[in-house]
């Protein structure tokens, strides 16, 4: 059973930094996607990264990019989100998720597996 359990989250003020992990458990494919996504009050759920574990390419949204950074450590099996230079429109609840087979698309779309999400609140 596939178990996704983010953290990291909490309060900062703006140009704060703050870093999200997600430890992985009951993966069995060797190559999938991990994304970060980030649902905030009154709006939708929109993708801030993902990470392709085959090769190690990585996506950003616009909104965040050259501030956060998604990465992976292996051997802990564990996702990151390091955010910096946070701004208060990054306040939201971040959710990790993961993407496996059948689904293959270099998108945000169709992640199958989602953590129960952890609060950012970036003050200003």
């Known amino acids: 059973q596939v178990q996704l359990v983010e953290s990291g989250g909490g309060s900062v003020q703006a140009g704060g930094s703050l870093r999200l992990s997600c430890v992985a458990s009951?993966?069995?494919?060797?190559?999938?996607?991990l994304g970060w996504f980030r649902q905030a009050p009154g709006k939708e759920r929109e993708g801030v990264a993902r990470?392709?574990?085959?090769?190690?390419?990585?996506y950003y949204a616009d909104s965040v990019k050259g501030r956060f950074t998604i990465s992976r450590d292996n051997a802990k099996n564990t996702l990151y989100l390091q955010m910096d230079s946070l701004k208060p429109e990054d306040t939201a609840m971040y959710y990790c998720?993961?993407?496996?087979?059948?689904?293959?698309?270099?998108?945000?779309?169709?992640?199958?597996?989602w953590g129960q999400g952890t609060q950012v609140t970036v003050s200003s």
């Open positions: 009951g993966i069995t494919y060797s190559n999938y996607y």
């Open positions: 998720a993961a993407k496996t087979f059948p689904y293959r698309a270099d998108t945000f779309a169709n992640y199958n597996y």
């Open positions: 990470i392709y574990t085959g090769g190690g390419n990585t």
